[in-house]
C-alpha cells in the first residue's frame, strides 16, 4: 500500500509579513552621565529617540548593587517602528553588550559596571526583552542571546508572568508602556486609512 502524501488544506496557517514593533532600549545606571552616554549610542547607531521615559528610580531588589553600586535608576528610550528589529534582536543585544563593556572601560567609575542595557521592542500585545541568560521561559534566538515575554497586554492592560522582574510589574513603567502601545497603534491605523 503506497503512503499517504500530505496535503495542504484551507485551515493551514499561511505566513505574513511581520507587522512593526516599537524598538525599545532600557538603560540602567547610578550615574545620569552613563545614561546620557547611552542616549546618545543609541540614537547614533538606531535613529532618533521618538518617546522616552522619566528616569525611574530602581529600589525593588539590591541585585545589582555589587555590581553596579546603590542609588539606581532606569530609563526607556523607544524608536521608530520597525519590522526588521525582532530578527536583528540577538544582534542589538550583542551590540548594546559591547557599548556597556566600552563605558566600562573608559574608567569615569569605580563600578565593576556603571551601565547596564537591555534591549527589547513592543508590539500592541507584548514587550519582549533580550537576554544572555537561557531559562525555562526563554526562546533561543542566535549567539548566546535568548527573548522573553515579560509582559502580555490583556482585558486593556499590562500583565506580568511568574518570571516577570519586580520592577516591570511597576505602574509608572506600565503607564509609559502603554503611551508607547498607543502611539504604534495609531501608527498602525493610520497606514491602513
Not at 513592543?122 to 537561557?134: C, G, M, P, Y
Request: charged letters at 20%.
Amino acid at each position: 500500500m503506497a503512503p499517504r502524501l500530505w496535503r495542504a488544506t484551507r485551515s493551514m496557517g499561511q505566513p505574513y509579513p511581520a507587522l512593526p514593533v516599537l524598538p525599545l532600549l532600557a538603560a540602567f545606571s547610578r550615574y545620569g552621565e552613563a545614561l546620557d552616554w547611552a542616549c546618545s549610542q543609541a540614537e547614533a547607531a538606531w535613529g532618533p529617540i521618538v518617546a522616552a521615559s522619566p528616569r525611574f528610580d530602581f529600589w525593588e531588589t539590591d541585585y545589582y548593587t555589587g555590581e553596579m553600586g546603590p542609588g539606581l535608576r532606569k530609563q526607556f528610550l523607544v524608536f521608530a517602528p520597525s519590522t526588521n528589529w525582532p530578527q536583528q534582536l540577538s544582534a542589538v543585544k550583542r551590540q548594546t553588550n559591547s557599548w556597556e563593556l566600552a563605558y566600562a572601560n573608559l574608567g569615569k567609575h569605580p563600578e565593576q559596571r556603571p551601565l547596564n542595557l537591555d534591549p527589547g521592542y513592543l508590539t500592541l500585545a507584548k514587550l519582549v526583552l533580550a537576554s544572555t541568560k537561557d531559562h525555562a521561559h526563554r526562546i533561543y534566538l542566535a549567539d548566546g542571546i535568548y527573548a522573553e515575554v515579560t509582559l502580555s497586554w490583556k482585558h486593556g492592560r499590562w500583565q506580568p508572568w511568574e518570571w516577570t522582574f519586580p520592577d516591570y510589574r511597576r505602574g509608572d513603567y506600565h503607564e509609559f508602556f502603554s503611551a508607547c502601545r498607543a502611539r504604534l497603534r495609531l501608527g498602525r491605523e493610520e497606514r491602513h486609512a
